[in-house]
DNA sequence: ACAAAAGTGTTTTTTATACACCCATGC
DNA sequence: GCATGGGTGTATAAAAAACACTTTTGT
């Protein structure tokens, strides 16, 4: 974001009126099926108005007394059973007029969105409570128009998933604790393309960062050869941290 | 951030009172002083309580009808004038507990913090309004205890700040329209420290970027063989955006 | 035997790093 | 003329990319 306009103090200073919020939660949740090598959100249907029978992206209000995180925690809780998962903050947003509940003649209070940014793994994660088809695993590149601004918080969330996944190790947050090399390169493949690298390049790339241990357990998953199942071995990684490091 | 723990849903659903919330932005506004080879970042010194007499982040709460971005832009046209600047969102913090204003005996309220981070330059930067002493340049890497957890955020600020450096232009966002790559190069060591990369490396790396065109005006500082006067060029930049590029 | 998947190695190309060295100016 | 900062080039090391090839299983 660049200006090259002068700043200027406002004016008015006291006088203006502060404006009252309620605070929600956004989670922009992934998963990847590795089998049908899709990138999978939750979405979740909304019942209520504003954006009736919308798609949207599960949310709740912060209560009192619960921090944002508890917050993303409960809504992600609430919808599915995830075992292995990764979450952080994605972004904040609080324009005026992103909800239609804003208006005077509606409840007049403005409704910031924290956003949160979670992945999972789909193997594992069922859907809870599912009786009357509300929540669904959407494909990424196929997603409805959703309501209120959630358009964005997904694109916000995919951009960075993307990014993310080239840089941090948190692949390893979703895979089950022992994982072949080719799982990992599934994955991979399935969120940055098929075309991201070659299948050899990335193997030993990603064995020289040193921080992937050989259980030395083979696991024969139909025809070929059988694999060494992997696993991701923290303290190793541990001095990587902070570093600048590609997994790509 | 990893759980293996399994996820609950919480019991009680519609019986929980929703937090209401003021909120507040927050700035980290970072500025690089050159010839003094040192980052700073602008700190108003509170004189209401809570955290009377202690030095915070410049920050305001949003009004009515504002967005956050323009709550933000406010905060910083009040402290300093800057022609050029570079401003992003940073992280929100709201965590129940962080104002003390929260308490059931003060306003009773939650107030989170949506904090930016802002890059302008030291040399066009003039503090205004200033009577009392109460906003001032601190480094970087010799801050006071701030006023609630802003401690955090400007940590948080700070290694954005790095990590940015590395990969995204901001860094002529910053600049004078004008420069000389010696002035670039200047940033970064600030930043980043000395050792960062050799002088002509970082040059030859910069330039095969092909943003940068050179104006042909040589300049003189001082002693020695005049530089050449570069400029970005934000067509020439148009299709790297996005691409992972290191300016390092 | 053969396909399928795992895993290794080799060659080529590109990029990073560490310098050495020439250029133009002020004093 | 020589110190100072600007600018170019080169030799070496390291990493990325492409791809050929071996190994071990199921059928």
Known sequence: MKTNSKLKPNANSKSESLADFKVGVDNVIFSVD?????????????????????????????????????????????????????????YSFGNPGRDPRENPDSYGIRYLSVSYFALVRYEESKIINQTDYSIAWYRVNDIPKLAFDHDKILDYGWNRLKNKLQYSP???????????????????????????????????????????????????????????????????FAPLKDKPLLFI
Do not use: H
């Open 170 to 236: 948190l692949a390893f947050d979703v895979l089950p604790t022992e994982f072949t090399l080719n799982e990992v390169y599934k994955l991979y493949c399935t969120i940055l393309g098929e075309n991201f690298s070659d299948y050899s390049n990335f193997r030993s790339r990603l064995l020289k960062l040193g921080f992937l241990s050989d259980t030395g357990v083979k696991v024969s998953r139909g025809a070929g050869r059988p694999a060494s199942l992997y696993k991701f071995d923290s303290e190793a």
């Open 34 to 90: 590795i089998t049908y090598n899709r990138v999978l959100v939750l979405l979740r249907k909304r019942n209520n108005d504003p954006f009736k029978n919308y798609w949207s992206l599960p949310g709740t209000l912060v209560r009192q007394g619960e921090s944002l995180t508890d917050a993303a925690y409960r809504t992600l809780a609430e919808k599915i059973q995830a075992d292995n998962l990764y979450l952080e903050q994605l």
